[in-house]
């Protein structure tokens, strides 16, 4: 039986070979990303790698990232996070087109996502910011573009983020409808297989489900222990939006990592606390993106698949929330697309 997709907020079934007619669905291939990594699917039919490697902070230097990259590969990660505002999107797309040249891997075996930065919100900017990131990227698709922010901040400052003299950010008057219309324009140009969100609070997606045509496949949000997001996960499930985790491993505070009821839980299981953070977060069905520059901790950080967490040990690690973030843009707090005045 052929299998069945969906392409947009009103969740109209359709089949592959309709999809593939529609002009909404500009690729033509229904990939499996990574035979080595357990995916999740996107409501449109793509799938996503349940783990990814996070890049934010990845030292500034190629053959660092060149080595990462590759033992990240060979480790079995085949999914990379960047974002236009890391910084990092050229260094990477050098170590990719090596990669490619040695036949290491194919680029259909990769999902690669970056993000839209805050200065590009008007609708006709969106393009132009993701094609800025296929060119640093050396890429002729993403696999998965977010809106980074639903925050504007003015553009044409010579600044990505400024600030006015009392240290608040200068806003623009864009609402996340807008900018999400400019998500859809550039998914019809082919520029992304998948179009999601980053950092959007319950509100500001049903404000993009109810006004506009194509659906946002993904959340993505800080997720760990001490900010257990239970609500906005729920939300974003039962809207069939998938979820990924950002600080999946808490940035790896001291405190997270030294918490009595997780150290218990990972000698009981022969893990480490990083690898138990991890797993809560892939048991309640959340993408997640652990970022390392060592490359020891590449295979720590992926060695999560041989083992469960009871149902006691899940609800412990919940009693741990404390709504508490380690990623918070106060400078904005008076953006009217602020996201976190809200409970979620
Ligand atoms: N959408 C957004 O707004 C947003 C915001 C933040 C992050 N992100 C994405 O999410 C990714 C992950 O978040 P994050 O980097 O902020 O935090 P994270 O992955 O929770 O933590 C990264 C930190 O933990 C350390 N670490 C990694 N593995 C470890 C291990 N096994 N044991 C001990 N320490 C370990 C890393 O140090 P070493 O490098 O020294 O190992 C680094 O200092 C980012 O890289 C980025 O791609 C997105």
Redesign the pocket.
């Known amino acids: 039986m052929e299998k069945v997709y969906q392409l947009n907020q009103n969740q109209r079934s359709i089949t592959l070979s309709e999809a593939i007619d529609n002009k909404e669905f500009p690729f033509h291939r229904d990939k499996a990303v990574s035979a080595k990594t357990p995916s999740i699917h996107f409501v449109n039919g793509f799938q996503i790698p349940i783990i990814?490697?996070?890049?934010?902070?990845?030292p500034t230097n190629q053959s660092v990232m060149d080595n990462i990259i590759n033992v990240a590969i060979d480790i079995g990660y085949r999914h990379i996070?960047?974002?236009y505002i890391?910084q990092n999107e050229e260094m990477i797309g050098k170590t990719l087109r090596d990669i490619f040249a040695n036949n290491k891997t194919k680029r259909e075996d990769l999902f690669i996502t970056s993000?839209v930065w805050s200065t590009y919100h008007k609708r006709s900017a969106v393009a132009e910011a993701l094609k800025l990131s296929l060119n640093n990227l050396g890429l002729d698709y993403l696999d998965l573009a977010?809106i980074?922010?639903p925050i504007a901040v003015r553009s044409g400052t010579g600044y990505l983020w400024p600030l006015d003299e009392n240290n608040q950010t200068l806003d623009d008057d864009i609402s996340v409808v807008e900018t999400w219309k400019g998500m859809e324009d550039a998914y019809r140009l082919g520029l992304a297989k998948s179009i999601g969100v980053?950092?959007f609070n319950s509100e500001q997606l049903s404000r993009v489900l109810k006004h506009t045509f194509i659906k946002p496949v993904v959340n993505?949000?800080?997720i760990?222990p001490y900010l257990s997001q239970e609500k906005l996960v729920e939300f974003c499930h039962n809207n069939s939006i998938q979820v990924i985790a950002?600080?999946?491993?808490?940035?790896?505070h001291k405190g997270l990592?030294n918490e009595p009821i997780l150290t218990t839980i990972a000698s009981n299981n022969n893990k480490?606390?990083?690898?138990v953070m991890l797993r809560w977060l892939i048991q309640r069905d959340i993408i997640i993106?652990?970022?390392?520059?060592?490359t020891y901790?590449l295979s720590?950080?992926f060695n999560i698949f041989d083992f469960q967490l009871t149902d006691e040990e899940m609800t412990e690690i919940f009693k741990l929330n404390k709504n508490m973030r380690?990623?918070n843009p106060i400078e904005a707090i008076n953006n009217k697309e602020y996201p976190f005045n809200r409970e979620f």
Request: proline residues 7%; glycine residues 6%; charged residues 20%.
């Open positions: 990814g490697l996070g890049t934010y902070d990845m996070d960047t974002a890391y993000k977010l980074h922010w980053s950092n993505q949000f800080e760990h950002y600080c999946p491993i808490g940035k790896a990592l480490t606390v990083p690898q993106i652990p970022k390392t520059s060592k901790r720590e950080n380690f990623i």
